[in-house]
Every structure is written in C-alpha cells, then in structure tokens.
C-alpha cells in the first residue's frame, strides 16, 4: 500500500532528478556550458536540487533550514513568474529559443513541482511574518554577483541579447534602476503568498481536526 512517506520521496526525488537534469540539458549544448552557471535560473535550479538533496541527510525541521530552503523555493518561482512573464517575449529574437525540453524543465515545470510541494507536502506552521525579508537575500547576492561578473569582463553579447549583465533589467546604464526594484517586489510578493499560504492550510489543518474531534464518541 502507497503511504504518504513514499508519495513524498518520489515526488521529491523527481524534483531532484528534474532540476539537476533540467540545468545539464540547458547547459551541455551551449558553446560555454560554465557560463550558464552565472544565470539566476541555472542557480535556482542547482539550489532546488541540492536542498532538496540535502534535506535527505540533515534535521530538514529545523528552522534556519526551514528559511534557507523556503528562500530557495522563492528563489525558483521568481526564476519561472521572471522568465515567462517578463523575459520569454523577448529572447525569441536572439539565439535563445525559449520552447526546448530543458528550458521547459528549468522554466516551468521545476518551478511548478516545488510550488506544489511547498502546498501540500511541506509541514505548515514554520513561517513567520517577517521571513519574506530573509528570502531577499539570495536575489541580493546574484545582484553582486553580475556586479562583480561584468566588472570582470563577463559579458553576454551574442548569447541572447546585447548585453554585459545576464538580465537586461540588471543593466541600470541602460534601462535605470524601476525593473530592480520590481523584481525585488516580485520577491516580496511571492514571500508573502507563502506566507498566506502556509496560514491558511494551518487554519484548514485545524479546522479539520475540530471536525474530527466533534465527530468522535
């Protein structure tokens, strides 16, 4: 008989499987798969994998890494909302084409299968009102990531736009400073819709148990 403790490991083991695969399929073919580890999504991608990995081996319940891997699961639901709102209209018109199998693994369905599993296979209850500020901290880090990247000569030209920064909207010369702070409000956003989330199935979770206690004898 399949229990819950089995559907869990699978359903997780695919997700390990799916975002470690998805990034080597998006990164083999490229003429310089090390560069793609400078995207956010390659990141976010190989961060799912790995937390998900480690959760295996370590106390998974304890709360600083709770916040670390909710920040990863911010990480790669902005890495999908990003791309597919704001970058896939775009990329088609350079050498980028945005409708592959591994940009499917990487873009959407990793994204989707972790939202799911934050949902309904996560253990609720762990978050607190403040945490979506904690979950910035990744998005800051990539930001002094490309910093450091372009002053050291990294650039992208020919890759999938004009540009020295991974992201057209890290270019602040260019196109100014509002698309930052727009996805830094993304980031906020998708941190509070978890947190609303994880409250209102604690609040389902509660309410089914008062209706099992009252209809008990």
């Not at 403790?5 to 470690?20: G, M």
Request: charged share 15%; aromatic share 22%; net charge neutral.
């Amino acid at each position: 008989m399949i229990n819950k403790k089995n559907i869990v490991l699978f359903f997780r083991v695919s997700i390990i499987i799916i975002a470690f695969g998805g990034f080597l399929l998006n990164s083999i073919p490229s003429d310089e798969p090390f560069a793609r580890l400078t995207y956010f999504t390659s990141q976010s991608n190989v961060l799912v994998g790995t937390i998900y990995l480690v959760a295996f081996f370590i106390n998974s319940n304890s709360r600083t890494f709770k916040i670390i891997k909710n920040q990863i699961v911010v990480a790669i639901v902005l890495t999908g909302l990003v791309f597919n709102l704001m970058l896939r209209p775009y990329v088609g018109d350079f050498d980028y084409n945005p409708n592959t199998f591994s940009d499917f693994l990487v873009h959407v369905l990793t994204p989707i299968l972790v939202f799911i599993d934050f949902i309904f296979l996560e253990e609720h209850g762990k978050i607190q009102k403040f945490d979506p500020f904690y979950w910035l901290l990744f998005p800051l880090i990539y930001w002094v990531f490309t910093i450091v990247f372009v002053a050291l000569g990294g650039d992208y030209n020919g890759e999938t736009y004009q540009s020295n920064y991974p992201y057209f909207f890290l270019d602040f010369k260019e196109y100014g400073i509002g698309y930052f702070f727009l996805v830094f409000a993304f980031v906020l956003m998708i941190g509070y819709i978890l947190f609303i989330i994880d409250y209102l199935m604690i609040k389902r979770k509660q309410n089914s148990n008062k209706e099992d206690n009252n209809g008990s004898f």
